[in-house]
């Protein structure tokens, strides 16, 4: 069985760089470790061709025009700068990023109820940006985590915070998604980023920024047996410690037909809806989009 | 219910939970329910599988539960679970 594209891509980082960084920004300035990224970033620039091609692709799709050497090293930027982050949220030294919250009533309410949810992102911005809003709002929130790729990286983030494995749930094994029904059905909100199809798992096919792309089946499968609301989260980063915070609902419940053809275009109806939003806020913040592989391929 | 009387019922509820497109008999007592050679699965399934069995006869499949990789194995073993904690 042939893997799916995103896990043919070696993770490209170094485990004592990526340490030596981590320590930088908790213990010095989170400053300092974004002036660090400039050469990093150049060197990716000037020798991971791979990522470059991948990069231009979808910059070009998304913005339209002539891609430099300059956006590509943006884009790049934009993704280490938010490794950064995502330390500092794990590790709760966020006392320095400004968050503005929309739609945050869609959350309160749902937890006034106890009711679990379904919150679904994309590799996109950043997840872990939740870490200070539940923190302050005391949400439960597991992500459901395909764990095979990003070994360093999730090494360095146990280090920062060793609780870091109890947020998570790893993709795979049948007794994950039980664990997930017990945990919505006592109010708490499962995390889930539905823009990779994982080995073996059925996809419909949608259009993302003008190309037909496949997206999995699974997360829509997913909130109808769990029958809980599925929220739409994106956390975008600007680059400079601020975040924009979007809640969406997307259905209160989502029920699917029996039948095979029409629970496929059900599915098929509700991921389109989710890349449509997805498309919006890259349309706005196209640096955010973090699937450095080729998205479109068949 | 003798137990193969019990065994050709899991069967029917396999398929017709999870919308199989193989009849109740092809399925044999020890084909693999998630390995690709067998009836190739996914933890999806197992969800609505679990859900299906919880309904029909009571049997709640915890993910606490250290054997639930050994009650999955294939339609024997799904159905032995079954029959030992069945509540209606």
Redesign the interface.
Known sequence: ?EKPVWLQYKERSNLVALRFISWVTLKISRRLSYAMLYPICSYYVLFYWKGNRVSRNYLTKILQRKITWKDTFQHYLRFAKNLIDRLHFMSAHETHYHIKRHDFGIIDALVEKNQGCLLMSAHMGSFEVLRALAAKKSIAVKLLMYQENAKRVQQIFQQVNPNFLDDILP????????????LVDSGHFIGILGDRASL??KTVIVDFLGEAAFFPQ?PI??AS?LKVPLVLFFGINHGDGSYDVYFEKLADCIELP?E?VAKEELIQYWMQRYADRIAHHLTISPFNWFNFYDFWKK | MSSTALEQEVASLLVSAL?LEVLPDEISLDMPL?Q?EGL?L???D???L??AISKQYGVE???E?AE??QI?TNLRSLTKHIQQHRTC
């Open positions: 069985m993709i795979g094994s049948p007794n994950t998604l039980l664990k997930a029904k017990e073996n798992e699974g499968l997913l047996l029996r095979r | 919308n998630f690709d190739g996914d933890s999806i197992a969800l609505e679990a859900l499949i915890k993910s539960d639930n990789k999955f």
